[in-house]
């Protein structure tokens, strides 16, 4: 079974907009830790955003916010005011308790446009 | 402070041969990293180290693939021997334990293509 789902796999904005990418998840653990990573056309996997499931508030890391439904396993990125550098894919990862790995969702590619 | 470094950065081989990528984690983090990313399959976790002892190599596809740490600041992954299937992107990561999300920061990645 998908452990993390993002259905969208292309998305489209206009500079200055917000954009949410959704991200929804699977597990049965109580303890778990939901990541967001960027990847440029470059290559690299740039860290975001962490949302633990006991946290209570939702994470934001500048014009990055997570939104977190605990009852509805989604944990969307919202991003805000978006920038022609945004453009890039987006992996949602999770990590469940007692384990150091990540398991990632196939990605969302965004495309910010002037 | 330098990030992960991965070696070489782009590498072409012929099938057959063998293939050695390098990775230095972040100094002080105590755990490392294998992932791979194709078109097909996404990114996949190969295999993990904690204080350079392999925890979990269950996502290592084959025989020919195998990885070492032998020490704190040095891994290496390879493949013997590479098959045209191998070629994709290798990414190394590092995290400390100790507190915080403990985020995983990854290397530049090594795109790997065998002819």
């Known amino acids: 079974a998908q452990k993390i789902t993002q259905t969208q796999p292309g998305m489209f904005v206009q500079e200055k907009e917000a954009v949410t990418l959704d991200c929804t998840y699977d597990?049965?653990?109580?303890?778990?830790?939901l990541f967001w990573y960027k990847q440029p056309s470059s290559g690299e996997m740039i860290f975001l955003i962490y949302q633990g499931s006991y946290d209570e508030q939702n994470a934001t890391e500048g014009r990055y916010s997570l939104n977190f439904q605990k009852a509805r396993k989604s944990a969307n990125l919202v991003i805000s005011a978006s920038q022609l550098g945004d453009s890039a894919m987006y992996f949602c990862a999770m990590r469940e308790r007692g384990f150091q790995k990540l398991v990632f969702g196939t990605g969302t590619r965004l495309l910010v446009s002037p | 402070d330098a990030g992960v470094i991965q070696s070489p950065r782009h590498e072409v081989t012929e099938m057959g041969q063998e293939v050695t990528l390098r990775c230095k984690p972040i100094s002080g983090h105590d755990y490392l990293f294998w992932y791979r990313q194709t078109m097909m399959r996404g990114l996949e976790l190969l295999i993990y180290?904690?204080?350079?002892?392999?925890?979990?190599d269950s996502g290592m596809p084959e025989d020919r693939f195998s990885a070492k740490m032998p020490n704190a600041s040095f891994s290496t992954l390879k493949i013997q021997p590479s098959e045209p299937r191998d070629s994709a992107v290798y990414f190394c990561?590092?995290?400390?334990?100790?507190?915080?999300?403990?985020?995983?920061?990854f290397g530049p990645g090594t795109r790997l293509t065998v002819t």
């Open positions: 180290f904690n204080n350079n002892v392999p925890i979990d």
């Open positions: 990561a590092s995290s400390l334990l100790a507190g915080g999300p403990r985020e995983q920061y």
């Open positions: 597990t049965s653990d109580q303890s778990y830790g």
